[in-house]
């Protein structure tokens, strides 16, 4: 069992960064890939970026790309999302992800275990 908690969400302006941290437990994810997915309220969750196991292979949605940078420390057990130029479309909660397989996906049902997310909330 991977225990997975997420930290860091909070309010921002626009054009603001915020830096989300998903802490695991359990057992180790250096060996899995991990991702961060995001649900704003009354639309489905949707993908925002994927970290290889290795740290190597990084894949982000079009939306977050050039903004967003996900990174993992395998030492500490945890994944990161920095975010940067956030816009008020970016408020939603964030979830981190992760799948038994060493490669990155972007579909939800690719992952096997969730956190219970972090509000992030962007001000105009």
């Known amino acids: 069992q991977v225990q997975l908690v997420e930290s860091g969400g909070g309010l921002v302006q626009a054009g603001g960064s915020l830096r989300l941290s998903c802490a695991a437990s359990?057992?180790?994810?250096?060996?899995?890939?991990m991702g961060w997915f995001r649900q704003a309220p009354g639309k489905e969750r949707e993908f925002v970026a994927t970290?290889?196991?290795?740290?190597?292979?990084?894949y982000y949605a079009d939306s977050v790309k050039g903004r967003f940078t996900i990174s993992r420390d395998n030492a500490k057990n945890t994944v990161y999302l920095q975010m940067n130029s956030l816009k008020p479309e970016d408020t939603a909660v964030y979830l981190c992800?992760?799948?038994?397989?060493?490669?990155?996906?972007?579909?939800?049902?690719?992952?096997?275990?969730w956190g219970q997310g972090t509000q992030v909330t962007v001000s105009s």
């Open positions: 970290i290889s196991a290795s740290g190597g292979n990084t």
């Open positions: 359990g057992r180790t994810i250096s060996t899995y890939a």
């Open positions: 992800a992760g799948r038994f397989i060493r490669s990155g996906a972007t579909r939800q049902r690719d992952y096997d275990y």
